[in-house]
């Protein structure tokens, strides 16, 4: 089960269109899953609610296989359509505010993935030891402002937190392609391919990659194809699990049936 | 952990033998690479017309394969499981020639489940699925420990009936664990004529019979290598960088020709920016005459395809005749029961190059995730 877990919801108003397209190429590629990210600045304001409205017409139905060649035995034309998640993006960039991550809240509750995207050393320190979050995202684009260590890495790593790399920044910009390959060979090398995933964070359909094009960008990770091949995958029993595993998690305990 | 990357891929594989065919009735090599090859896509012949063959033998050929063809068909079918267990289907399975794979599926990602001429069902699955499931495999030898597993149930076997314990296990597993309805084509072969035999599908099965469609068409003005005096022989196989080369080539020309490739047309001349490529000296303009069947394609029409080509380069006075098969990028297997898996290919295809004199030269590809060896 391929698997995108970062396609940006476009904020009110905006570039709605975009993103049915982005779905469509998702799904042309190959794609079981996919979690539209609503990304958060700050947390001083609360959280608004979740904007983020799952439409089962969003998706195309693929064709129906009467109409094609009998003989196509090509998983497009699986009848499953694209299953979808919601996720929230926290930037963390101030340490004394609150974040309010535990499982009491409401508004967190009602996404199926909580990320955060640290800014500062501190506060990546934090999301590995106590933050109770499913996602650790940096922004790979950039110089992170700060070395990643090992021991706290792999105490993440031991919590259950997965990192995120996103390959569409390389896409978009040519410093950001350096920085993504140094950054991401850095975490490949604190985490030898451990609880890593690779999302797009594509903003437009043509930054989207197919799932064997992706594995092929983990080898300049330093990732062979079966990690760099588990880092797009999800088993139905990780990360994004079945409810009655990962209680903890934020993770909506009545959406069994989108799983 | 180098600094750099080091792009370690793993590889694809080519294996090239020598083999005689004989009479019809003995099995060689070649004819067991086609036999032990079960689930096959497409079949294409490449026959060169001479200068002395013109239209007339091109029609004959084209009526000559299509008659061959027009038995070939297969049905596509909506089954549960179960119907697997089903003891008027178990009749058709012990008479030999029937087989089934499932369609629309990716071996690397869902479960696959064919059911092999030798009357064996074989689930492919994923874990959450072999937790669920229930029965007894094995884990799969091209995945990371663990990630699938391989589950052969013999429904021929005798011993396989209701009121045998397996038996009621397995169908209570496919009645409660695994319930679900899913697309296979399947094929029921009568050794004898050659015919599809009708299988009672149920009423709900949507079976549709579908003829492997044959399409011929001839390369025009193309150079043709000599392929009489290839450096193989019996007693020291290929040696040698040179003559492997020489071999090699031949592959890639029958591949362009395949294709359909402008790079081997006598009148081409391209740029040597995008293409160098040469046709192996001594190449001489010719006609290819390409037939092509697609579809799913039962072992036997290979092996019955094998002894016509024989027979038309006896007839006809060829140099030469090949034969490309391609095998289902997601079948369960590729040759004999070797567990076939797809990592960025999945190929499992062949290629019988026969000559006159009865040899024959078998290449096979195979893709990185394999475990078939010679």
Redesign the interface.
């Known amino acids: 089960m391929f698997v995108d877990l970062n396609v940006p919801w476009p904020e009110a108003g905006q570039n709605a269109p975009e993103l049915k397209k982005t779905l469509e190429m998702l799904q042309s590629f190959g794609y079981d899953f996919v979690a539209y990210n609503h990304v958060v600045p700050n947390a001083k304001t609360s959280f608004k609610p979740n904007p983020i409205k799952i439409d089962s017409a969003q998706t195309n139905t693929k064709p129906s296989t009467e109409t094609l060649s009998p003989l196509i035995s090509n998983a497009q034309l699986d009848a499953q359509p694209l299953r979808q998640l919601t996720r929230l993006t926290i930037i963390a960039d101030d340490q004394n505010s609150n974040y309010q991550l535990n499982n009491t809240n409401p508004v967190l509750n009602s996404y199926d993935i909580l990320a955060i995207r640290p800014t500062t050393e501190r506060l990546f320190q934090q999301a590995c030891q106590t933050f109770d979050v499913d996602i650790i995202s940096l922004d790979m684009g950039s110089r992170l402002p700060f070395y990643m260590k090992g021991p706290t890495v792999n105490l993440a790593i031991s919590r259950g937190i997965h990192f995120e790399i996103c390959y569409a920044p390389a896409i978009r910009d040519q410093t950001a392609r350096k920085h993504l390959i140094t950054n991401a060979a850095a975490l490949i090398r604190l985490t030898k391919g451990k609880n890593v995933i690779i999302t797009s964070e594509a903003q437009r359909a043509m930054e989207v990659r197919g799932p064997y094009d992706v594995i092929n960008l983990g080898s300049i990770f330093s990732l062979n194809q079966a990690l760099a091949k588990n880092c797009i995958t999800i088993n139905l029993t990780s990360n994004v699990a079945t409810p009655q595993q990962h209680d903890d998690k934020h993770i909506k305990a009545s959406c069994p049936q989108k799983l | 952990?180098?600094v750099h990357?080091?792009?370690?891929?793993?590889n694809s594989r080519l294996i090239v033998s020598l083999s005689y065919l004989s009479d019809p009735d003995k099995t060689s090599p070649a004819t067991k690479t086609a036999e032990t090859h079960p689930f096959n896509?497409s079949a294409k012949v490449l026959l060169p017309l001479t200068s002395n063959s013109n239209q007339t033998t091109r029609t004959r050929w084209e009526k000559g394969f299509h008659q061959h063809g027009q038995a070939s068909k297969f049905h596509?079918v909506s089954l549960p499981l179960r119907f697997f267990l089903d003891t008027t289907f178990q009749q058709h399975v012990r008479r030999g020639g029937t087989m089934a794979l499932q369609?629309?599926?990716?071996i690397?990602?869902?479960d696959v489940f064919a059911l092999l001429p030798s009357g064996t069902l074989l689930l492919n699955v994923?874990?959450?699925t072999y937790e669920k499931l229930g029965l007894v495999g094995k884990p799969s030898q091209l995945s990371?420990k663990g990630?699938r597993y391989q589950i052969s149930v013999d429904i021929s076997a005798p011993s396989f009936k209701p009121t045998n314990k397996l038996y009621e296990r397995v169908k209570w597993c496919f009645e409660h664990t695994l319930p679900n309805t899913y697309?296979f084509?399947m094929s029921s072969i009568d050794s004898s004529t050659g015919a599809l035999r009708d299988i009672p599908f149920p009423p709900d099965a949507n079976a549709?019979t579908?003829s492997n469609p044959f399409t011929s068409h001839t390369e025009e003005n193309v150079l043709i290598p000599p392929m009489s005096n290839l450096p193989l022989s019996f007693s020291s196989g290929i040696d040698g960088a040179e003559d492997q080369e020489t071999v090699l080539e031949r592959l890639e020309w029958i591949g362009m020709v395949a294709c359909g490739a402008d790079r081997i047309r006598a009148t081409d001349k391209v740029d040597p920016f995008i293409s160098v490529y040469s046709t192996p000296e001594a190449s001489t303009p010719g006609d290819v005459f390409i037939g092509t069947w697609?579809?799913?394609i039962p072992a036997k029409q290979i092996l019955d395809l094998i002894t016509g080509l024989r027979d038309l380069i006896k007839q006809d006075s060829l140099p030469w005749a090949a034969l490309l098969v391609s095998g289902?990028r997601?079948s369960p297997i590729s040759w004999r029961q070797s567990e076939h898996g797809y990592?960025?290919n999945g190929e499992n295809d062949y290629v019988l190059l026969v000559l006159p004199d009865g040899r024959c030269v078998v290449f096979q590809a195979l893709g990185s995730e394999d475990t078939f060896a010679i």
């Open positions: 952990m180098s990357p080091t792009f370690d891929q793993p896509h596509k369609c629309n599926v990716r690397d990602q869902d994923t874990k959450p990371p990630e697309d084509y549709k579908i697609t579809g799913f289902f997601d990592a960025s």
